[in-house]
């Protein structure tokens, strides 16, 4: 459904979006995972046409959309990280507005209204203004808006960001269904929960880069499928290191206070690692076996934590 290529922009020197690649099929929940800054945003705007790449392809279905904007724009909806909203307007009348912008004739524009704001659960309060809205009915409003011309495929850009845990399960949900009812779906997020739990596929990216594309059974496989050893305590990342240098382990970070490892060899045992971590003057105050994760994957390919 949607085919990307070596998608890249610049701005000045900096490189936004180094060589971005994806394929994302018919009725996919694609995601893009990755920190403040990464490239989401400007990839997003690149595949729906809102921003031109310096180098690379979009393919939306059969057709380049650099060549036929028309036709492939129509097929895609966009819903912003920034919230498109006339505040002053009421929901239904926001619907009307976006949807005559497609040129949705008066009668389909009625009945698609009352069907989106029954989806997001906003039926019983369309007819205020949105500036009585809270943060996570703006949110399902906008998500409504990029929904309302019914296209193939949906681009969300952090469409839970700055709301509550409770809202923001709800716009998830929402997401799920929509997709479960065929449209492709791309989101943008920077929470490993939101991610790992909604998508059939992520990208994690970070510097412009997709630095690995997989479900999270795949995923998980870049981290070696081992268990993830959290260590805490008064120590330097330095100490750390040091005390187990040599030593059959792979450190995903080692940070001051905080350091994250695997165990290469089966013979070299958690007691084995405390046992070397205390001849060397670590003094660990916490320890913690996990299964790997999202978080764990993230950690391996950038060297950092990705916290909400
Ligand atoms: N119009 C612009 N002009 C100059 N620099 C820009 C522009 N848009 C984005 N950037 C820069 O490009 C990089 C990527 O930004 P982008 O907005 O795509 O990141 P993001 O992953 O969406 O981040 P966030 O999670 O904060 O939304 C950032 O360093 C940003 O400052
Ligand atoms: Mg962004």
Redo the contacts with the bound molecule.
């Keep these: 459904m949607i085919t990307v290529q070596g998608l890249s922009k610049n701005?000045?020197q900096?490189r936004?979006?180094d060589r971005v690649s994806f394929e994302v099929s018919e009725g996919q929940l694609f995601g893009f995972l990755?920190?403040?800054?990464?490239?989401?945003?400007?990839?997003i705007?690149m595949v729906c046409g809102l921003l031109k790449p310096d180098e690379g392809t979009v393919r939306i279905g059969d057709y380049d959309l650099w060549q036929d904007p028309r036709r492939t724009k129509r097929l895609l909806g966009l819903v912003p990280?920034e919230l498109a909203l006339y505040e002053e307007l009421s929901a239904r009348e926001n619907l009307v507005f976006w949807g005559g912008l497609y040129g949705l004739g008066h009668a389909e524009l009625s009945q698609r209204s009352g069907e989106l704001l029954d989806r997001v659960g906003l039926a019983d309060r369309s007819r205020e203004p949105v500036s009585r809205y809270s943060g996570g009915m703006k949110r399902r409003l906008n998500l409504a808006i990029g929904l309302v011309h019914r296209p193939k495929a949906l681009l969300l850009?952090?469409p839970t960001v700055g709301i509550d845990p409770q809202a923001r399960n709800n716009i998830l949900d929402i997401i799920r269904d929509i997709a479960r009812q065929g449209t492709t779906i791309i989101f943008?997020t920077?929470h490993l929960e939101e991610a790992e739990k909604l998508c059939d596929r992520i990208a994690i990216?970070d510097h412009?880069k997709v630095l690995q594309t997989g479900s999270v059974a795949e995923l998980a496989k870049v981290a070696g499928g081992r268990d993830v050893i959290t260590i805490r305590g008064s120590f330097t990342g330095r100490q750390v290191q040091q005390a187990l240098e040599g030593d059959p382990v792979a450190f995903l970070n080692a940070a001051d206070g905080q350091a994250t490892l695997h165990l290469e060899k089966p013979d070299y045992n958690l007691a084995t690692l405390i046992n070397r971590l205390g001849r060397g003057g670590v003094e660990v105050a916490d320890l913690s076996v996990q299964k790997p994760t999202l978080e764990s994957v993230f950690l391996k390919l950038t060297g950092r934590e990705l916290r909400d």
Excluded: I, R
């Design positions: 701005f000045g900096l936004a979006v990755g920190p403040n800054g990464a490239g989401k945003t400007t990839t705007s990280q850009d952090e943008t920077h990216m412009g």
